[in-house]
């Protein structure tokens, strides 16, 4: 089905040539011409794309309430406006939910709740926050925790990557069914195409020993604190490495 629509979006590109070739449009023509442009792909999204992309996975039951309210998600255990990258096809403004303690996202269409496919969502966004699909290529190797969903913090020449991994545990207090979540988060750098898991502070200089001198001189000026925001002191320290190695 993505053929499907690199049909249209040819199909689309033939007609403009056509078009370009008989006359000069005028503005009205062109505003009419993208008109049907945004209509032919509208058309395919909604009607083609969802019986090929994003409703090929199975429905998702969820949770029970004791569960949702310790919040196995990302962020909220609401669904949020995103967007996916599902079998090479591009879905902007759809409502997503990230499942973190089974690793996997929900998209909320009209009457369902559908569980996508890991290994077609090559990526996806919610809010401003974008996740990316790694494979984890050698099982012994130290490399990534697992094979999934990692949200991208840096990306560049090199990047970060940050994988919150959550797992949900039942526990008998009186005589009631409770449940608790256990959160563990992870960083790694992905530099000269090896990942690397950042377990301390010291790590994320020795791996970036050819400029550790102005690094450390960055983080100071630039006051980033480590313990108290590893995302922001890692992402600050990445982002100026990548700068400095242009």
């Known amino acids: 089905m993505p053929a499907l629509r690199n049909l249209c979006l040819c199909t689309i590109a033939l007609f403009c040539s056509i078009a370009t070739l008989h006359a000069q449009l005028s503005s009205k023509d062109s505003t009419l011409l993208k008109s049907s442009i945004n209509n032919v792909l509208s058309y395919y999204d909604q009607n083609i794309g969802e019986q090929s992309g994003k409703f090929n996975g199975s429905q998702n039951i969820g949770y029970p309430q004791g569960v949702i309210e310790k919040n196995p998600y990302f962020q909220s255990p609401n669904f949020s ?5 599902y079998n090479q096809v ?7 939910i990230y499942d973190e303690a089974a690793d996997l996202v929900v ?7 559908i569980e996508l496919i890991s290994e077609k969502l090559e990526g996806f966004g919610i809010g401003d926050n974008k996740f ?3 494979i984890k290529k050698d099982a012994n190797s130290n490399d990534l925790l697992k094979t999934g969903f990692y949200q991208v913090l840096v990306e560049g020449n090199t990047s970060l990557y ?10 008998i207090v009186g005589s009631e069914l ?3 979540i256990e959160t563990s988060t992870y960083y790694y750098l992905l530099k000269q195409n090896h990942y690397t898991e950042l377990q301390s502070k010291k790590t994320i200089f020795r791996l970036l020993k050819d400029k550790e001198k102005e690094l450390r001189k960055y983080t100071k000026t630039q006051h980033l604190n480590y313990r ?16 400095l190695t242009k």
């Not at 940050?162 to 526990?171: A, H, M, Q, R």
Request: glycine share 2%.
């Open 162 to 171: 940050k994988k919150e991994s959550k797992k949900v545990t039942e526990k």
């Open 178 to 180: 409770t449940y608790l």
């Open 81 to 85: 406006m995103g967007y996916i990258l």
């Open 228 to 243: 108290k925001d590893k995302d922001n002191m890692l992402s600050n320290v990445v982002e100026y490495y990548n700068l």
């Open 132 to 134: 990316q699909y790694l």
């Open 107 to 113: 998209l909320q269409d009209s009457s369902h709740k």
């Open 90 to 96: 591009y879905y902007p403004n759809v409502n997503l």
